[in-house]
Each structure stands twice: as C-alpha cells, then as structure tokens.
C-alpha cells in the first residue's frame, strides 16, 4: 500500500521552464516536507508544511489538506535543479516520517 | 548545514560477517534515524532514536539493531549481514518528532 504517491517519476525540461511536482497521500498527516536529493546522493531538507504556502528563492511548496495534496513548484528551472524531489509526510499516529519514492527532474540547458 | 557525520562512507563485506555503522552528530539533536534507500522504494525506516537508550523499531527493522549511549553517537549494527542489505544507508538527525529531519551523506554498504 502506497500511503504517499508522487507524480510525475520522472519530469525533463529545458532551462527556463516552469516546474511542477505533485504528491498526494491516503492518510491524516501533520506535516508535509519535501527534499531534495543531489546526484552526488546528498539529502537536503527544502520545505516543512502543514497549510497554505512556503516560498524559498525559486521554490514555492503548496498544501492542501482537504484534498489530501501537495505540489512543489520550480521557477525559471535551472540545470543545477537536476536532482530527485522527494516527497514526506509525518503521521502522528505511526509518529515518523513515510516517504514516497521521488521525482528524479532532469533540466536541460 | 547540520554537523552529521556517518561512518564508514563504503564498505564491501560478505555474508555472514558483522558490520557496524556510526551516525555522529554535534547539533545535540534529540531525534536520531536510519534508514536505508533502495532503488524502486522510497526511504525506510530501520530504527530510531529518542533520547539516550531510547530506541524504537521502524519499518524494516529485522536484521538490524541500534544502540545509542550519547547523544551524539547512534550505531546501527547488521549481526549476520545477508546479500537483501546491500543499500545505501542514510542517518538522520531532528529536534522534535515530526521536525525538519537533518540528513548525513550516506553510507553505501554492499554485501557479497
């Protein structure tokens, strides 16, 4: 069972592009991050959220909670985007964190 | 970046044999985890840590245990590693239970 689902596997664009990575899951949560992994296999921590929006530099996280859905947004993508986003989400109930399988998104120059 | 450190970085060991893997950190965070990557699945959880002597079981815990005398350090120990552990190996630290979870760079352990 798939409790964490995330779309599209694997997302190519060119430079300059508007990106758009969508994860949902089955189940109540309190909190929803998304990582970044590098291709050199480093994880990196990008968003915590648990309603509305989040905006760091080019990266904008949204929730919604009643649709039980997240997407991660990416503008003006850059090569140095390349890597794989990941999506997680904390359940209190199970109290760590289940995580999907990733977006790995390649940006072409 | 958060001071995590994992230990070895790689190894190669064959069936059998025990293998140790050492998280160390120095942001005295009270929440320490590992989990492993496998292609096709997401991480998982192996074990976790809440406090010195404090550990719980994750998600794929069978074959592995856990000890954590200070709060720095958080071992994983594979008894009688089997080729099924071949992974990546990933140890993380956080504050609180569901906080922003802190990443180390990864141990690749392979089993022959």
């Known amino acids: 069972k798939n409790e964490v689902e995330q779309s599209p596997q694997n997302l190519t664009a060119q430079e300059g592009e508007f990106i758009t990575i969508n994860c949902s899951y089955s189940?109540?949560?309190?909190?929803l991050h998304w990582l970044q992994q590098h291709p050199g296999g480093g994880i990196v921590s990008l968003f915590m959220?648990?309603?509305g929006k989040k905006k760091h530099g080019r990266l904008i996280a949204t929730i919604n909670i009643q649709e039980k859905h997240s997407s991660l947004h990416i503008t003006a993508s850059h090569p140095r985007d390349s890597a794989v986003y990941i999506c997680a989400v904390f359940v209190g109930s199970q109290g760590n964190l289940i995580f999907g399988k990733g977006t790995k998104l390649s940006v072409k120059p | 970046d958060a001071g995590i450190t994992q230990s070895p970085r790689h190894k190669v060991t064959e069936t059998g044999t025990p293998v140790t893997l050492r998280c160390h950190q120095t942001?005295?965070?009270?929440?320490m985890y590992w989990y492993r990557q496998d292609p096709g699945h997401g991480l998982r959880l192996i074990h976790y840590s809440y406090g010195v002597k404090d550990t719980d079981k994750g998600e794929v815990s069978d074959g592995y245990s856990v000890s954590r005398s200070k709060t720095e350090d958080f071992l994983l120990t594979l008894e009688s590693a089997t080729s099924s552990q071949t992974s990546v190996y990933f140890c993380a630290i956080s504050l609180g239970q569901s906080d922003t979870q802190y990443f180390g760079p990864g141990t690749r352990l392979t089993v022959l």
């Open positions: 189940v109540g949560i309190s909190a």
């Open positions: 942001e005295n965070h009270r929440y």
């Open positions: 959220l648990s309603s």
